[in-house]
Nanobody, 124 residues
Framework: QVQLVESGGGLVQAGGSLRLSCAAS????????MAWFRQAPAKEREFVAS????????NYADSVKGRFTISRDMAKNTVYLQMNGLKPEDTAVYYC?????????????????WGQGTQVTVSS
């Protein structure tokens, strides 16, 4: 079983940047897909970005494309989400998720391992 631990959240002004980290442990996951989701208060959880662990293929939500970058460091078993040009509407709890298949999907129900979440707050 894979375990995920997120870090890197915080408070930032609009236009600023943050980098989230998701450290994975527990078993090898060369065939895994990793993703970031977020959930704002009183809103549904939404897909942000995903990456194929083995190939590095990426996929982004339209709302973050061009501002956010997902990447992975295979030596450190860590996935990152670099967030630039942050907007107040990016405020949410950000969750890292994993699924034991390489295909990139956007539905949260397709991911079976989740981290505890990290809060990102963007002030205007």
């Amino acid at each position: 079983q894979v375990q995920l631990v997120e870090s890197g959240g915080g408070l930032v002004q609009a236009g600023g940047s943050l980098r989230l980290s998701c450290a994975a442990s527990g078993r090898t996951f060369s065939a895994y897909a990793m993703a970031w989701f977020r959930q704002a208060p009183a809103k549904e959880r939404e897909f942000v970005a995903s990456i194929s662990w083995s190939h590095g293929t990426t996929n982004y939500a339209d709302s973050v494309k061009g501002r956010f970058t997902i990447s992975r460091d295979m030596a450190k078993n860590t996935v990152y989400l670099q967030m630039n040009g942050l907007k107040p509407e990016d405020t949410a709890v950000y969750y890292c998720a994993a699924r034991p298949w390489a295909s990139l999907v956007r539905m949260g129900s397709e991911y079976d391992v989740w981290g505890q979440g990290t809060q990102v707050t963007v002030s205007s």
